[in-house]
């Protein structure tokens, strides 16, 4: 299974203990996982957002996880207040499955 893992701050204390188990227990289980930033929709570049990544937990492609950084989001719905909940295309359209680990 192609599993994408969305990965990010947002000031979530204690988020990197999270992050950093999870490529490895997902390979573990047999799965394939790469890394999608959640941020695509609010007007951050891929580069921009690799370079986010590998000041987190360290995310870069050496953890042997590529990481999807396409820009290109679509909505997947709307919260409770109104606001549009978006996703990274890449981690929508080509995989089995999502893990967004720290999410609240």
């Not at 204690?14 to 950093?20: A, K, L, W, Y």
């Not at 990481?67 to 996703?87: C, H, N, P, Q, Y």
């Not at 295309?89 to 999502?98: E, K, Q, S, T």
Request: a neutral charge; proline letters at 7%.
């Amino acid at each position: 299974m192609k599993i994408a893992l969305g990965v990010g701050s947002r000031g979530i204390t204690n988020s990197q203990g999270d992050c950093e188990g999870s490529p490895g227990v997902l390979i573990q289980a047999g799965a394939r996982p790469f890394i999608v930033p959640p941020w695509a929709a609010r007007g951050a570049t891929a580069a921009a957002s690799i370079e986010m990544l590998a000041r987190l937990p360290g995310y870069t492609e050496s953890m042997g996880v590529p990481i999807e950084a396409s820009m290109e989001a679509r909505k997947i719905g709307t919260a409770f207040d109104g606001l549009d909940v978006v996703f990274s295309v890449a981690g929508l359209c080509r995989n089995d499955g999502v893990v967004v680990p720290h999410r609240v």
